[in-house]
């Protein structure tokens, strides 16, 4: 099975910062790589879909880059409203597997 | 629009079998390249992949659940049906479904998971 390790787990921030987010995965996926904000109590929303193709309806400052096994979300000038926990997800295999998550606060 | 959205108990007793029904509109799951995924986070913890069910009814689980786990659907009403055996403490989460798409690639066949329930949270305790 492939595993997706993220970094950092957890890191503080405030608005207007650039935040960035890394996920490694155990072997190359290509671009096969997806990215999806959550928050309590709510859906879990696509951001980013094969690495770097941003969804409709996620806001531009969302930006992703990567390919084989390093993959990075980047944030610029974060908002009150992306404070939120970020997974990868691995979609190589059919069996999909996500990172450990980061957790963005305040 | 599309929405999908997860009932099933909140508390489970231990060694039961855990029934969690996914209702879904706005899309089919009968259209080629569309599928219903079941995935869930233990308090505090990383999202798990569960279990898939395609548009062809074929059936994927997760390898280490495998043994427990059994995906069904009713394309009829619209649902999609994950079954759980033998609960323990350690499946205490908040289980979602999501509708996942697979898009074209000229190396494979990536998918990704473009619309999800709001969760429900089951808790699994004597």
Redesign the interface.
């Known amino acids: 099975?492939i595993q997706m390790t993220q970094s950092p787990s957890s890191l503080s921030a405030s608005v207007g910062d650039r935040v960035t987010i890394t996920c490694r995965a155990s072997r190359t996926i290509?671009?096969?790589l997806?990215w999806?904000q959550?928050k309590p109590?709510?859906?879990?929303?696509?951001l980013i879909?094969?690495a770097s193709t941003l969804?409709s309806g996620a806001p531009s400052r969302f930006s992703g880059s990567g390919s084989g096994t390093d993959f990075t979300l980047t944030i610029n000038s974060l908002q009150p409203e992306d404070f939120a926990t970020y997974?990868c997800?691995q979609?190589?295999s059919?069996?999909?597997?996500?990172?450990?998550?980061t957790k963005v606060d305040i | 629009q599309v929405t999908l959205r997860e009932s099933g108990p909140a508390l489970v007793n231990p060694t039961q079998t855990l029934t969690l029904t996914c209702t879904f509109s706005g899309f089919s799951l009968i259209t080629r390249g569309t599928c219903v995924s079941w995935v869930r986070q233990p308090p505090g913890k990383a999202l798990e992949w569960l279990a898939l069910i395609d548009w062809d009814d074929d059936k994927y689980y997760n390898t280490s659940l495998r043994t427990r786990l059994t995906i069904s659907r009713d394309t009829s009403k619209n649902q999609v049906v994950l079954k759980m055996s033998n609960i323990d403490p350690v499946d205490t989460a908040t289980y979602y479904c999501a509708r996942m798409i697979y898009y074209h690639d000229s190396r494979g066949s990536p998918f990704y998971f473009d619309y999800w329930g709001q969760g429900t949270l089951v808790t699994v305790s004597s």
């Open positions: 099975d290509f671009s096969y997806n999806y959550l109590g709510k859906a879990p929303k696509l879909f094969a969804h997974f997800q979609t190589y059919t069996r999909s597997a996500f990172g450990g998550g």
